[in-house]
């Protein structure tokens, strides 16, 4: 029997159906990321959704899952050592960022709610509109924006579109991430449907990857299944740099 999308064969003699797991690619945290140079953006809204698995590390210093720049920083998520200085209220936390295409302001600074580098499974769920100022940061289905943090920011902006770069788990030598990546995907439009990706009570969901329903079209980048040289988006696919192992 075919099912509907998102909707699994219940197992013989009834019981709950098994959870949709996709595997997910194993990072060193020494020299292993994707990335894709020359890579066209536009206009100053996104959306991306990224799930990953980090534990706890210390060192003082942030981590890049996932970065785009675009002359300046497209948008930019780091996960927070648990030993950070600056702001002790930063520790195994994510954090969202987004410049100006002027390189002069940032457009968003936030902060996750709750602590999620605990070597448990998550989603994480962006999407910025660069004309109203609006934002949708949720993770695991929840909306994780802490909207009491002194230094938040969140306004109207001309995000930057120059020729860009994609990276998927890290930047430098100091920035890579030792951890798990997978179910990543990225477009250009504010989308607000993030219980699509991750419901708080179904868990992660299995997206249609005809019609591209949650995404309203095809994304630039999208692979459910951890490696992005497989890349079901238009954007053609990331090249695999150094010591990256799965899916897990």
């Known amino acids: 029997m075919l099912l509907p999308i998102g909707i699994t064969q219940q197992a013989a003699g009834g019981g709950t159906p098994p959870a949709y797991a996709p595997g997910m690619m194993t990072f060193n945290g020494t020299n292993a990321y994707y990335s894709k140079t020359s890579v066209t953006v536009s206009g100053s809204s996104f959306t991306f959704v ?17 970065r785009i720049t ?18 002790a209220s930063f520790r195994n936390k994510i954090r969202i960022l987004v410049r100006n295409s002027a390189g002069s302001a940032w457009l968003v600074t936030l902060l996750s709610l709750t602590e999620c580098l605990d070597g448990n499974d998550h989603l994480l769920f962006f999407s910025y509109n660069g004309t109203t100022g609006a934002a949708t940061f949720y993770i695991d289905g929840v909306t994780a924006d802490d909207t009491g943090w002194g230094s938040r920011i969140l306004t109207t902006g001309t995000a930057p579109t120059s020729s860009a770069t994609a990276l ?13 990546i997978g179910y990543f995907g990225y477009r250009d439009v504010y989308l607000t449907n993030p219980t699509d990706f991750y419901h708080p009570i179904n868990g992660l969901q299995e997206l249609d990857e005809s019609g591209w329903t949650e995404w309203g079209a095809q994304p630039l980048f999208w692979n459910q ?24």
């Open 225 to 248: 299944y951890g490696t992005m040289t497989a890349n079901a988006g238009s954007g053609g696919n990331m090249t695999a740099n150094g010591t990256i192992t799965g899916p897990s």
């Open 168 to 180: 998927v788990g890290g930047l430098t030598t100091s920035q890579w991430v030792a951890g798990d």
């Open 50 to 66: 990224l799930r990953f698995n980090i534990n706890s590390f210390t060192g003082d210093k942030d981590v890049n899952p996932f």
């Open 70 to 87: 675009a002359g300046q920083i497209r948008v930019w998520m780091q996960a927070i050592s648990s030993d950070y200085t600056a702001d």
